[in-house]
């Protein structure tokens, strides 16, 4: 797929157009994480870096909270690992769409926007994934995730407390909207959400067990539930390929 | 804080960026191991209940006014709704309830 550069315009254009409803939806994620980053006690401005480094929600909200309970560098890379453990999965599901001859700084470039969101929009197009469509799909989507963390941050302190208290659901919101349309189709995949949620509370409320910080939990419940279901639900590989 | 936020930063950019670069530029060939496959599948489910769960009934003001964010995004999201309205959905119905609770 040497493709002309016409072409390229068009990949581009096309991935700037699935990136927007992306880029609006980041926009009130993100503003909630500049909100959070801000009170937990970081700048304007490492909030931002933040997240034009990490561009993952789930990661950078674990990680302030990592930053604010002063948890070790190594704690910080085990949460950061087994929450964003998934983008693996993504990362190879993706390995099998580009062309195999594709250069390796491509490669790299492509990496570095393997998020839920975009994953799904690259890996529904049709035949081999355009560089250039995950160029553009890719600088869409995180100038939202940057420029609603800047926002956040930035005017966190001027916006009611109501207001801030409803933003606060945003990101639960956006992964809700991640595991329930996959858990209607697939009733392994409810399964297995139900009792991670069952084992998160436990952890939560169950004395001594309590004891252990979120990150942590989190690192525990994934691997035990995921490895039960591995063995319990084994999946096939259309699974694998298709889900966001 | 104790540690250099800096540092906190990097070693967070780090970590996730090998995890989303490496098997793009490694992996050439399918995996093989349906154990590895169906572990795979599922980390992204269970990890993002396990976030949600029980974290959201703390993310408001009130355990009611998230709980009606909760219900909100489940409905949406079982109605397939996109991401922007699911999240907003659910920030809408806190923003509602607190002015009933608040």
């Known amino acids: ?244 | 804080m104790k540690g250099n936020v800096y540092i906190y930063i990097l070693v967070m950019a780090l970590v996730t960026y090998i995890i989303r670069a490496l098997p793009l530029t490694v992996i050439r060939k399918e995996i093989k191991s349906p154990f590895i496959k169906s572990f795979l599948y599922y980390v992204p489910y269970v990890t993002l209940s396990a976030m949600t769960v029980p974290a959201i009934f703390t993310a408001t003001r009130s355990v009611y006014s998230a709980a009606a964010g909760f219900i909100a995004a489940l409905v949406l999201a079982f109605l397939r709704k996109g991401l922007l309205t699911v999240a907003a959905g659910a920030c809408l119905a806190v923003f509602i309830a607190e002015l009933f609770l608040i």
């Open chain 1, 1 to 244: 797929m040497r493709s002309n550069p016409s072409d390229s315009v068009k990949n581009f254009k096309e991935g700037v157009q699935a990136g927007i409803p992306i880029a609006l939806g980041y926009l009130a994620v993100s503003f909630a994480f500049g909100i959070q980053a801000v009170s937990s006690g970081l700048s304007v401005f490492q909030a931002t870096l933040i997240s034009l480094t990490n561009v993952t929600s789930a990661g950078q909200f674990a990680g302030i909270s990592v930053i604010a309970a002063a948890g070790s560098y190594i704690e910080m890379a085990g949460v950061q690992f087994i929450i964003n453990l998934r983008y693996m999965l993504m990362s190879t599901a993706l390995s099998q769409k580009i062309d195999p001859d594709l250069p390796v700084y491509k490669r790299l470039g492509i990496a570095f926007g393997v998020t839920d969101e975009i994953f799904a929009v690259s890996i529904m197009r049709k035949g081999v994934l355009a560089p250039a469509f995950s160029a553009g799909a890719i600088i869409t989507a995180v100038l939202g995730w940057v420029l609603g963390t800047f926002l956040g941050a930035f005017s966190g302190e001027i916006l009611s407390a109501a207001l801030i208290s409803a933003l606060g659901v945003a990101l639960y919101g956006m992964f809700v909207a991640i595991v329930v349309p996959p858990a209607r189709e697939n009733r392994n995949v409810a399964i297995a959400s139900l009792i991670a949620a069952g084992c998160s509370s436990l952890f939560y409320f169950a004395p001594v067990l309590k004891e252990i910080s979120s990150g942590t939990r989190i690192i525990i419940v994934t691997v035990a539930v995921s490895v039960l279901s591995a063995l319990l639900f084994p999946q096939g590989t259309e699974g694998a390929a298709n889900e966001g």
